[in-house]
């Protein structure tokens, strides 16, 4: 269950409307209540009863008479829920919020809020950047409200520049870390996924079960906690979190590569190694197909690649490092050895067949002088708890 599971969506009258379908629709998939409220100018955009239809609760449009949410909307829809979202959010109701203007149903829901609020802002890059619209924006951060967005790019008016509103998808990706602690605040962490591929010919090659779930949580978490993330991600098919930097790779070179590129200058105050990187790579690799020869079998030829989280040890510009021991047996033992050998600040320990692939993850957190399990939990859960320790490390160095 998302951490906002009673959600009132304020809609206004912006052309970026038709995407709160999609945003609905997404929502009761997690299981969430969703209440739509909406502005005189969104129903000219898309009709109330669709939002209805996809709700399945009517929708409020009014304080002036009587609905389901009883004689004062604005309260009811308050009372019954954990988040309200605006959004599209106007440059209007924007300006209007910032104000304290309670002048129709979305913008006195917003004056007599109490739970947090998130403006998903989209509109025109000049409406965006004009500077009255800056300053209420500024208002708004100030006095608590979250904002998602707004993204760059083509706009549906034919500029191109800020203004575009983010996808339901990124929106639902940041909800639930809005009123996470910033732990990681004005930090920069990198963070790598995933399997690795080494290849033996053009079509076929070597890699393992890593889906990339455990790293990708963890970038999250790392956002949700304030940082600046680099995610370096191995071949797997996940979506990027919503405000992280993706570099992909394919094989453990191409990933040392990127880890070393993104480092080089700036370094970074956390390293967090989760990608399950091939040991060994195939010399005699060739191009084309091997064919498929009677009787004789092909002879592969290994050497070692590099080991990522030691060169990021030994690199000397990132604070913290902290890798992931996927073992099959001896878990603390193997995790301690690790740590020791590799210079890191902790190791994440699990056994491999139960950790890759899934949903859930057992751990054990092992520094050199102790071991601490976590779990079963959810993947989730086990990267929130990396980057609480990850910060609590960094705040003693
Ligand atoms: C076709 C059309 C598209 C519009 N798109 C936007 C938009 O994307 N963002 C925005 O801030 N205003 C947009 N506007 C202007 C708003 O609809 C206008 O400011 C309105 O007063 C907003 O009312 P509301 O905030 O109460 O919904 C658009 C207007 C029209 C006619």
């Known amino acids: 269950m998302p951490r906002f599971s009673r959600i009132t969506l304020a809609v206004t009258g912006g052309i970026a409307a038709y995407k709160c379908c999609e945003f609905v629709r997404a929502l009761k998939k997690t299981g969430s209540d969703v209440h739509v409220a909406m502005t005189e100018h969104a129903a000219a955009f898309v009709g109330p009863v669709t939002f209805e239809a996809l709700s399945g609760h009517p929708v409020a449009m009014t304080e002036w008479a009587p609905g389901p949410q009883g004689a004062m909307p604005h309260i009811g829809l308050n009372q019954s829920s954990d988040l309200l979202v605006v959004m599209p959010a106007t440059a209007n109701i924007i300006a209007k919020a910032a104000h304290g203007i309670a002048d129709d149903l979305v913008s006195t829901l917003i004056a007599a809020r109490r739970q947090p609020v998130l403006f998903v802002p989209a509109m025109n890059r000049f409406m ?5 619209n800056q300053r209420n924006v500024e208002t708004l951060r100030r006095d608590g409200c979250f904002f998602a967005g707004p993204a760059s790019g083509f706009q549906a008016c034919g500029d191109v520049g800020a203004g575009r509103m983010l996808e339901p998808s990124e929106v639902l990706d940041l909800m639930d870390g809005l009123t996470v602690p910033k732990s990681l605040e004005g930090r920069r962490v990198v963070v790598t996924a995933g399997p690795t591929f080494e290849p033996i010919d053009d079509v076929r090659g070597i890699t393992n079960r890593s889906s990339g779930r455990q790293g990708f949580d963890v970038a999250r978490a790392a956002r949700d ?7 370096i991600a191995g071949p797997c098919p996940l979506p990027t979190p919503a405000g992280v930097k993706r570099i992909d790779a394919v094989t453990a070179a191409d990933m040392a590569a990127a880890v070393a590129g993104t480092l080089e200058g700036r370094g970074a105050d956390l390293f967090i190694g989760v990608a399950a990187v091939a040991d060994w790579r195939v010399t005699n690799a060739r191009a084309g197909k091997i064919k498929k020869t009677d009787g004789r079998l092909p002879e592969l030829q290994f050497e070692e690649n590099v080991d990522i989280l030691r060169m990021v040890g030994e690199r000397g510009d990132v604070k913290i490092t902290i890798g992931f021991a ?11 050895d690790k740590c020791q050998r590799k210079g890191a600040s902790l190791i994440v320990g699990n056994i491999a067949r139960e950790a890759l692939g ?3 993850n057992s751990v054990l957190f092992v520094t050199p002088d102790s071991a601490e399990a976590f779990g079963p939990a959810p993947k989730r859960d086990v990267a929130d708890e990396i980057i609480r320790r990850a910060s609590q490390i960094l705040t003693k160095n």
């Open 128 to 132: 965006w950047d004009n500077p009255a």
């Open 225 to 231: 906690a304030g940082a600046d993330v680099t995610l």
């Open 326 to 336: 996927a073992e099959a047996e001896n878990l603390e033992a193997y995790a301690r």
């Open 358 to 360: 899934g949903a859930e």
